[in-house]
């Protein structure tokens, strides 16, 4: 092998497969990264046997051949390298790759890339999926929150995505809420379900492109599923299991809805959870219609408290249709989902203080949104 690149593409390239490097495992070769030309790219690949990422940079290939790197130091040597044009080369014997820039040269000792594990790639896969990448990066930021943490459940740790009537729906949950977005497909596409690990999710946010469209494919055992987006692939393993019916757990209607300025909301909600953290996460949500006259608005009161620490408590104007009533959230729970809503304003929707809330962008953002959150049970 024998090649030349820019060091900016080649660091960009390590970063971005360096999602997929074992950090423990009992395989030294999957702490490697697989170095390979193709055509007149070069292609990086790695993989934890869980998810694999591919990668192509822009070379100039003289020789061809492939060969692994040890992750962490190529990594590190080549993001240390001045912003100028790289050399690798490869002897015809052995795995000791020459790494030359302006005065620098290192030699980096790989593994046989023989060993390396193959990542499957889409072909003979069904029909993929078309998703804008910006939209897919979003709907991955509203949901994967929302997957429980705990492997004792594994189909909860997933983000369910399903495909029907031309709609994309990802849907995630734990035992205290649901986060559910849907977005329109450009095309058609055929119907049916899979379970995609959070985790991989939030990795392929992290490498999406920003602009440009993402193709979505399942594998034809429906193993696994992949998401090839420009120069650069990201192949992922599929939880089993059956998914609940989170469909029958969305309220049909509301008695009482809030509608808040987000921002506004957002910050009032993380000045509670300050004194709420050493008393289970509890705040105190109550909301008053306001007055018939029209002169005098409706209002959302936030109130947390703790022995150990005081207490606070924060009222902020809405617009209120309904009965008023108070409630009791985990605060933990209202941050998270206020921090991925884009909308000016926000809604809370709910029926009696024992009942599933709801909450949802008021206004346009793109897709259809809505969090399903679980009241906690005080008597204090």
Same mark, same amino acid.
């Given at each position: ?135 897919? @990066? ?5 949901? #994967? +929150? =929302? %997957? $429980? ?5 594994? !189909?909860?740790?997933?983000? /369910?995505? @399903? ?5 994309? #729906? +990802? =849907? %995630? $949950? ?5 986060? !559910?977005?849907?977005?329109? /497909? ?11 690990? $959070? ?182």
């Amino acid at each position: 092998m024998k090649i030349t690149c820019k060091q900016q593409d080649l660091a960009k390239g390590l970063s971005t497969v360096g999602h997929a490097v074992s950090s423990r495992t009992t395989l030294p070769i999957l702490s490697h990264i697989l170095l390979a030309t193709e055509g007149d790219q070069l292609r990086l690949s790695a993989t934890n046997l869980d998810i694999g990422i591919t990668c192509h940079i822009p070379a100039q290939v003289a020789e061809e051949g492939v060969t692994t790197v040890p992750a962490k130091l190529f990594t590190d040597l080549v993001s240390n390298l001045p912003p100028a044009t790289v050399e690798l080369t490869l002897p015809a014997e052995g795995q000791s790759l020459k790494v030359t820039c302006l005065r620098s040269q290192s030699t980096v000792r790989g593994m046989d890339p023989a060993d390396f594990p193959a990542i499957p790639t889409a072909e003979g896969s069904e029909a993929p999926v078309l998703l804008d990448a910006n939209e897919l @990066r979003e709907m991955i930021t509203q949901t #994967t +929150f =929302a %997957a $429980a943490t705990d492997d004792a459940r594994p !189909v909860f740790t997933g983000v /369910l995505a @399903r495909v029907q009537e031309n709609t994309l #729906t +990802f =849907a %995630a $949950a734990d035992s205290f809420r649901l986060a !559910v977005r849907r977005e329109p /497909l450009p095309g058609d596409a055929a119907p049916g379900d899979v379970l995609i690990p $959070a985790r991989t999710l939030k990795e392929l946010a992290s490498i999406l492109p920003a602009e440009g469209t993402v193709k979505m494919v399942v594998t034809p055992n429906r193993n696994q599923v992949l998401f090839e987006a420009e120069g650069v692939n990201l192949v992922s393993n599929l939880i089993a299991g059956q998914f609940p019916n989170f469909e029958a757990i969305l309220p049909k209607s509301h008695a009482t809805r809030a509608t808040i300025n987000t921002a506004e909301f957002r910050q009032a909600a993380k000045r509670a959870s300050l004194f709420a953290r050493d008393n289970s996460r509890i705040v105190r949500m109550r909301i008053d219609p306001g007055e018939n006259d029209g002169m005098t608005p409706g209002s959302v009161t936030i109130q947390a408290a703790a022995d150990d620490s005081g207490e606070t408590m924060e009222s902020l104007v809405a617009a209120v249709d309904g009965p008023g009533l108070e409630v009791i959230f985990n605060v933990q729970y209202l941050t998270d989902v206020l921090g991925v809503i884009s909308t000016e304003d926000v809604a809370l929707e709910l029926n009696t203080p024992q009942q599933a809330g709801a909450v949802k962008p008021n206004g346009s953002s793109g897709g259809e949104y809505v969090y399903i959150i679980m009241p906690m049970h005080n008597t204090r």
